[in-house]
């Protein structure tokens, strides 16, 4: 069984600050991205994987990771918005490929259980996302600011990365949605719009995606912890 992972890096970190792409920023000086493609890399359960990059990093980064780690077999360019990035990333594998896993460059501290079981579960079903249950109390809030009404929370999971999805699969759920113009915030989202199931995978709240300066602090903390060598 082939397996592939595409990384969609192609984010500008508008919530971060600053002119450096999230990607790029340094915990316990190395890249953010460094700790992302080195768990893939020594789960030894990647045959390759498709770094998405904005255009004009493309050159660069093409320049510090491909090749390394050994599974970065190609950079492409990123587009428009999260989806057409991960698009441009599939079109890029092999047609042989039959796992897909699609994943955050900024969620460095994923496991090697994680992408395991997200193989499995795709392999048996189709279609698997980690995610992990919704503990806060939810509420629902007008444009005011108003507080509307409190939401049930009673079966609802915030969702991670990795994703993982049958490589024809995937491929029909895009063609799906740019057919119907449809725009999902995660992949999972295109195969319940075409209709098929998603299962879930126990993800994890370490597995935190750096968007904001404060996710920096407690990624530097988490770096120590699970890279001890850094």
Not at 43 to 64: F, G, M, N
Not at 70 to 79: C, P
Not at 138 to 155: L, P
Request: charged share 25%; proline share 5%; aromatic share 8%.
């Amino acid at each position: 069984m082939k397996v592939c992972t595409i990384i969609p890096a192609g984010g500008q970190g508008t919530r971060m600050g600053g002119t450096v792409p999230k990607q790029f920023r340094v915990l316990r000086g190395k890249p953010i991205l460094h700790y992302t493609l080195k768990t893939f890399q020594d789960s030894d359960l990647i045959d390759s994987l498709v770094l998405v990059v904005p255009e004009k990093e493309l050159e660069h980064t093409r320049a510090d990771w491909l090749e390394h780690p050994a599974i970065v077999k190609q950079v492409v360019t990123g587009g428009e918005k999260r989806q057409d990035s991960v698009f441009n990333g599939y079109q890029a594998l092999p047609a042989d490929t039959d796992i897909v896993l699609v994943h955050d460059g900024v969620r460095p501290f994923l496991s090697k259980d994680m992408i395991q079981k997200t193989i499995n579960v795709a392999e048996k079903f189709g279609a698997a996302i980690t995610a992990i249950p919704v503990n806060d109390t939810i509420k629902q809030v007008d444009s005011s600011g108003k507080v509307e009404r409190t939401v049930d929370r009673e079966g609802l999971w915030r969702v991670q990365t990795p994703q993982a999805f049958r490589y024809d699969l995937l491929g029909e759920a895009f063609r799906n949605a740019q057919k119907d113009s449809f725009y999902g915030t995660d992949e999972g989202a295109l195969i319940e719009y075409l209709g098929q199931e998603v299962r879930i995978v126990d993800g994890s709240e370490w597995n935190l995606k750096i968007t904001r300066p404060e996710d920096l602090v407690l990624g530097e903390s988490i770096v120590a912890k699970l890279f001890p060598e850094v």
